[in-house]
Each structure stands twice: as structure tokens, then as C-alpha cells.
């Protein structure tokens, strides 16, 4: 059975750092494209980043660009989203997903076919 399981999410003071972790269970992550979406109450699916499956290229989405930095270890077959300088406006569920289609960065959610249930982060004084 595929799971990915996200972990690391909880309160943060603004300017606070934060790492994500995604930890996949019965594949192996290599030669996928895998990515982190958030959503906010209220708010649509947001795609925050995506890393290729060689890890050579990464997609961030303009909110977080400069900010946050995606990773992947391939030994521990397991995602990273490192978090600094966060912000009130990434509190948000965020989720691990991964492609099968194809082996191609996106922000898309759409074309992610396999999700993690999310963890929450939240970011306020």
C-alpha cells in the first residue's frame, strides 16, 4: 500500500522556521516529481513547491519563493520542505503529493495522483 506521511507542522511564532517532513511508505520516491500543496480556510489548493525527480529542479510558487526550500533524501526516501521566515499567510494544511504520469515538476494538484492526509501549520504571535 502507498502512504505518505506528513509530520512536522505545528505553531510558529512569525519570522519562525520550520521543517516539513514526507515519508513515503510501500514505493520508492525515486523517479517521481513530488510536490507540497497547502490550503487555507477558505482558500483554493495552493501548490507551494515541487522538486524533480532527479532533484535537479525545483518550481516554488512566487508567496514563498526566496523562503521556503524543498528536498529530498533519497536514502530516507522521504520529502523536506524547510520553512523560514514564515509568515501569518502560510498558516495552512499542508500536503505531500506525488506524479505518476509523468516525471515533470508542477504546482498543479490536479496531475498529483497520490496524498498525503496533511499536517497543520500555524503561523501567528
Known amino acids: 500500500q502507498l502512504q505518505l506521511v506528513e509530520s512536522g507542522g505545528g505553531l510558529v511564532q512569525p519570522g519562525g522556521s520550520l521543517r516539513l517532513s514526507c515519508a513515503a511508505s510501500?514505493?520508492?520516491?525515486?523517479?517521481?516529481?513530488i510536490g507540497w500543496f497547502r490550503q487555507a480556510p477558505g482558500k483554493e489548493r495552493e501548490g507551494v513547491s515541487c522538486i524533480t525527480r532527479n532533484g535537479a529542479g525545483t518550481e516554488y510558487a512566487h508567496s514563498v519563493e526566496g523562503r521556503f526550500t524543498i528536498s529530498r533524501d533519497k536514502a530516507k526516501n522521504t520529502l523536506y520542505l524547510q520553512m523560514n521566515s514564515l509568515k501569518p499567510e502560510d498558516t495552512a494544511v499542508y500536503y505531500c503529493a506525488v506524479r505518476t504520469g509523468f516525471p515533470y515538476c508542477s504546482l498543479d494538484g490536479t496531475v498529483f495522483d497520490y496524498w498525503g492526509q496533511g499536517t497543520q501549520v500555524t503561523v501567528a504571535s
Open positions: 510501500g514505493f520508492t520516491l525515486d523517479g517521481y516529481a
